[in-house]
């Protein structure tokens, strides 16, 4: 018997386009002769549907897309679906066991995740353990509930994605019913290296309950935020058979393992390279972030900097990636540009042609902006083959620096107004590049990192317009060795340029040597208390004595970091929650729209950095 995952790239409550995924990997799994085919948690109406939910008629469409749209074409295989389902007047979340065009069994979620950027309790209920009942659908009675499900030579058993993580999983109870196959259907966020914990867990758990056990992961940026890697596993007894390769292009793909051919060709387990998954994961995200938003590409202000660099690159990326897996034909498909393949199929440069099409930098200049950041901007937009225009914006600054001065009856010095001048450079340049991004109907890139984030560092309404924030969620230490890793790695020389220079926002006069690092604190440290502070949940004083013993650096200044850290994390909340859409892609990250929510006005936490004053 053949049995495999199946991986689909859904959009929320696309129901055409849903089906046809599920149609297509089942014929594909029919075609190759599967007998049993595991899909993604909630695949039918897609994860990320929110508080539509709540409604009535979500769950009445999903239904009805199973029914009308996939069973009546689906082949005589058995499979399971993923669908939101109200039953004694309580959603749930379930999965439906079809074979034969029916629906023979559905099986309700008895753990709902609600950590980090999951919300489920929001719209689901957990199913009571143990109960079973029936449910009449067109005269038909349908067994609903915690249900062992007979298959040939299998006694299947369902662990819903947040099901498994748990102590008291469904895995103990279904052991001792006999079962002998455990199918996961999940919808488990992708995060930098979270593929360790789940080979572990699925490989573990087929150990420890003497089963074959099955994962189906969602694929791709579903909604906008979330990213899922698409990862299918499947092992016996402790022995990984199974595993692809994670952040596919395609809409779909499958995990085959044949039980009694126990050659099936697979990957080997999961080794760390978190900046290829990097790479890959916001490859992916852009891709589906501009062909369903139906985008003609993106504007991005370039900088010369680390964060503008980082950002540039991986829209490259995204068209090298996706042409390498899907070809040209089907890349230009999917973002809606096939009118191009006759003229470029044959052309060897076509990927820094499309680069020209849908991708366009500025680099826009003051009198406090360096050669050397113009230089290092102009030189990766040639290599990339983005479109690069230069213009110099002192004027428009000038402007609205006068006429405030003119009204309140003083000039503007340095001294007196210094952020007020800096972020009116950075203010200054949103209104043209969002006009860019206007005529171009593109999406425009904001390049704000995690580290900034946390603190502020950051003008709103400056360099943070935009579209979306492809790294906002991921730390400048990182961002900075990323560009080492590309420059040696991926073949992008005029990224030596960018790495050979000292991260600054060029605002100040340039007589000041404005840096990064001078105006907060060194990144490594600023990183540390961060992680402490947000992912940890730490006091001020327990990261005192945390960082005492663990930070290598100048011990002097961990402390007053540690004060700063507080009260520009305190001071810019607001900041925080105006983020544009940003990508989940680490273990955790600073927007209170996915992960991270902290109250707007606060304390600041006054008692506890009085407390971190006086200790020792």
């Excluded at 596919?248 to 978190?274: A, H, M, R």
């Excluded at 006759?342 to 060897?348: A, G, I, P």
């Excluded at 220079?501 to 007589?511: G, I, N, V, Y």
């Excluded at 001071?571 to 996915?594: C, G, M």
């Amino acid at each position: 018997m053949k049995i495999a995952g199946a991986t689909v790239n859904q959009i929320p409550m696309d129901w055409d386009g849903n089906a046809y995924n599920i149609l297509e990997a089942l014929k594909e799994a029919d075609a190759q002769q599967i007998e049993i085919l595991c899909f993604p948690e909630l695949n039918i109406c897609g994860y990320g549907c929110e508080d539509v939910f709540l409604s009535d008629w979500l769950w009445k469409k999903t239904f009805k897309t199973l029914t009308e749209k996939i069973l009546p074409f689906a082949p005589n295989l058995a499979f399971t679906a993923g669908f939101p389902f109200k039953f004694e007047d309580k959603m749930y979340n379930c999965v439906a066991f079809c074979k034969n065009g029916e629906i023979q069994y559905i099986i309700p979620k008895q753990n709902l995740a609600k950590d980090g950027v999951h919300y489920e309790p929001r719209w689901f209920n957990e199913w009571e353990i143990g109960k079973q009942s029936k449910v009449n659908v067109n005269d038909i009675d349908i067994p609903i509930g915690d249900y062992v499900i007979d298959y040939a030579n299998f006694k299947i058993g369902f662990e819903i994605c947040e099901d498994a993580w748990r102590t008291d999983r469904p895995a103990n109870r279904l052991v001792k019913r006999g079962v002998n196959l455990i199918l996961n259907p999940s919808a488990s966020h992708f995060a930098i290296d979270k593929s360790i914990s789940r080979q572990a867990l699925v490989v573990g758990s087929s150990e420890k309950y003497n089963c074959t056990y099955v994962y189906a992961n969602l694929l791709g940026n579903e909604a906008g935020r979330m990213i899922y890697d698409g990862e299918l596993m499947i092992a016996q007894n402790g022995e990984l058979k199974y595993r692809n390769e994670l952040l596919s292009f395609k809409n779909y793909q499958l995990g085959i393992w044949d039980t009694e051919n126990d050659k099936t060709k697979i990957f080997d387990s999961f080794v760390s390279n978190p900046y290829q998954e990097f790479r890959k994961a916001v490859s992916l995200a852009l891709f589906d972030y501009l062909r369903k938003s139906y985008s003609n590409g993106f504007v991005l202000s370039l900088s010369g900097g680390a964060d503008s660099s980082t950002s540039a690159v991986l829209v490259a990326e995204m068209i090298r990636l996706g042409i390498q897996e899907l070809g040209l034909l089907l890349f230009l498909q999917r973002i809606h540009k096939e009118e191009w393949y006759e003229e470029l199929k044959d052309k060897r440069d076509s990927k820094k042609v499309i680069a020209n099409r849908i991708f366009t930098t500025a680099y826009q200049s003051t009198e406090n902006s360096g050669k050397a950041t113009l230089e290092s901007a102009k030189q990766l937009a040639d290599e990339i083959g983005a479109v690069f225009y230069h213009w110099n914006i002192d004027d428009e600054v000038k402007g609205y620096t006068q006429k405030i001065s003119k009204n309140i009856g003083r000039e503007f010095t340095w001294e007196q107004d210094d952020i007020a001048l800096q972020n009116i450079q950075a203010r200054a340049r949103s209104p043209i590049i969002w006009i860019l991004a206007n005529i171009k109907n593109a999406l425009l890139l904001t390049t704000s990192n995690r580290s900034e984030g946390s603190v502020g560092y950051a003008t709103m309404d400056g360099d943070t317009s935009g579209s979306i924030a492809p790294i906002a969620a991921i730390d400048k230490p990182f961002i900075i060795q990323w560009l080492k890793w590309a420059e040696e790695n991926l073949g992008y020389k005029s990224l030596s340029y960018v790495n050979s220079l000292q991260p600054t926002a060029e605002l100040r006069p340039k007589s000041e040597s404005q840096s990064d690092e001078s105006d907060l604190m060194p990144y490594p440290l600023l990183q540390k208390i961060e992680e402490l502070a947000i992912r940890e949940r730490l006091s001020p004083v327990e990261i005192y004595i945390d960082l005492k013993i663990s930070w290598e650096g100048e011990k002097s200044i961990v402390k007053p970091s540690i004060q700063k850290f507080f009260n520009l994390w305190s001071r810019n909340q607001w900041k925080r929650e105006r983020i544009a859409v940003s990508f989940h892609l680490d273990d955790y990250n600073v927007d209170p729209k996915t992960w991270c929510r902290f109250p707007i006005l606060s304390s600041s936490f006054k008692d506890e950095l009085d407390e971190l004053e006086k200790a020792e």
